[in-house]
């Protein structure tokens, strides 16, 4: 196993749900986060807790709508004037749109791809060159298991993790060369703001996956010896 000190990661959706966790499993590990998110005030309160957790790790934070590619550009750069470098980038931001063909609005539709997807691509974009000078790294793309079939009702959701998952495995078919490593994580319900507003539960959430459960697999993952790496996996709660 490798240790994640001293190592940079650049987390996206990083003020509320899976990447809130996600950073704060990596601060107790001693890695310098790079965090990106919609709401300054939930980054400016992470960033205190992250410090607390692990006075010795520098935070860097920008918010960005994912979605908008020159604000990708910017949330990048000002986050890598602080940080300098990209060993580990986690995409974790995503929005959730529920609805039937002919109800769901057009506009909807095409926000759900454009931040799942594309906001995705946009980061990627941005962030690949820096990992790509480290000589090796790390990509973690969260999708879902909504994109591995279809369901009734989440057309432009599981549409939209379903192309994630190909530009995930695409990805990771041309990075690997380059040592790094590129993961595609589908969890199941995860209990999150996203998730519980949705009622995706049926209200009790401690019997669904929790944040913390992810950023631990997450974490884990990491520690795996460089030569080794999980493509794509699945998390699903027991008994949901």
Avoid: C
């Avoid at 992470?46 to 990708?72: G, H, M, R, W």
């Avoid at 974009?125 to 079939?149: M, V």
């Amino acid at each position: 196993m490798q240790s994640l000190q001293g190592k940079t990661a650049l987390i996206t959706g990083a003020g509320k749900g899976l990447g809130k966790a996600i950073a704060l499993s990596l601060a107790a590990e001693g890695v310098h986060l790079g965090l990106i998110a919609r709401t300054a005030s939930d980054l400016e309160t992470l960033s205190e807790q992250l410090k607390t957790i692990n006075p010795a790790i520098t935070v860097a934070y920008a918010t960005a709508d994912i979605a908008q590619y020159n604000e990708v550009q910017s949330a990048v750069a000002t986050i890598t004037d602080t940080l300098k470098t990209i060993d580990i980038l986690i995409n974790s931001a995503g929005i959730f749109k529920m609805g039937g063909l002919l109800d769901l609005p057009v506009a909807e539709w095409e926000q759900v791809v454009q931040v799942n997807l594309m906001g995705t691509y946009y980061v990627v974009r941005e962030a690949l060159p820096h990992i790509l000078q480290q000589g090796q790294g790390d990509i973690i793309n969260i999708a879902s298991t909504a994109g591995t079939k279809g369901n009734a009702k989440l057309s432009a959701y599981g549409s939209s993790k379903a192309a994630l998952i190909n530009f995930s495995e695409s990805m990771m078919q041309e990075l690997r060369k380059s040592n790094i490593r590129v993961t595609t994580l589908n969890p199941s319900t995860i209990a999150t703001d996203m998730a519980l507003n949705a009622q995706l539960t049926d209200g009790n959430e401690e019997k669904v996956l929790q944040p913390e459960d992810l950023a631990f697999l997450v974490v884990n993952h990491l520690k795996l010896p460089q030569r080794a790496f999980v493509k794509e996996l699945g998390l699903w709660s027991t008994n949901p």
